[in-house]
């Protein structure tokens, strides 16, 4: 069965770094999100990519943040300048064009100390 | 602007009982309604879908969720809880075909 998929699982880095995460999505899917979970807190919308740019992001999604799909099969999320609030679980997810669904990666937890 | 609303942080149920998960919702035009799960160290699975056709949803794993427009309420429920469902789980929104919001989890527990 078809899946999305993230690399890394776990990211340590040190506060004002700049770290890449990355997501392989469903191959035939052509949207592309990105979330996030803060321990404790509710899932949070970043940011949905269609057609190779950004269609919607959330007040989350400042100029820290950044998306690319810098091929025909991986799509990142570089967050610059690393702030100790930005340690949670970062899920990726994507879904077919037409369909509200979106199917998720098993998320990268970035620790920032 | 659609929302949605567990009434449950914490639900406990014996093996073998019937599971209940309340999700009360938010929305200005007709909802698409899901539920998802995140087991312990997981992703997140998507359970089941709501997109306007039957009222009654069946899933996977023996769940299914009832959409009530006159209550505004979709509920998961299932007739007897295995040792495996404790996870946490999701009502979930769209937001339109952009993004999906999210409610603030129940989180349940299956004794034995």
């Known amino acids: 069965e078809p899946e999305v998929t993230q690399t890394p699982s776990h990211q340590v880095t040190q506060m004002g770094q700049e770290v890449i995460l990355r997501c392989v999505p469903i191959s035939n899917h052509l949207y592309f999100y990105w979330y996030r979970q803060i321990l404790g807190q509710k899932v949070e919308f970043l940011v949905s990519f269609y057609n190779n740019e950004i269609s919607e992001k959330s007040e989350i999604f400042d100029d820290q943040f950044s998306v690319e799909r810098p091929d025909g099969s991986n799509f990142t999320l570089k967050i610059r300048s690393t702030k100790l609030e930005d340690s949670a679980m970062y899920f990726c997810?994507?879904?077919?064009?037409?369909?509200?669904?979106?199917?998720f990666g098993q998320g990268t937890r970035l620790t920032v100390v | 602007a659609q929302s949605v609303t567990q009434l449950d942080s914490h639900v406990s149920v014996s093996e073998g009982t019937p599971v209940l998960l309340r999700c009360n919702y938010s929305s200005s035009y007709s909802p698409s309604l899901f539920w998802y799960v995140q087991h312990p160290n997981k992703g997140l699975q998507l359970l089941l879908k709501y997109t306007s056709a039957a009222t009654l949803v069946k899933g996977i794993n023996g769940f299914e969720a009832e959409f009530k427009k006159s209550e505004t309420s979709f509920h998961l429920t299932k007739p007897s809880a295995h040792m495996s469902d404790a996870a946490e789980y999701f009502c979930?929104?769209?937001?339109?075909?952009?993004?999906?919001?999210f409610g603030a989890g129940t989180r349940l527990a299956v004794h034995p």
């Open positions: 997810a994507s879904s077919e064009w037409g369909r509200t669904e979106a199917f």
């Open positions: 979930v929104v769209s937001g339109g075909y952009n993004k999906l919001i």
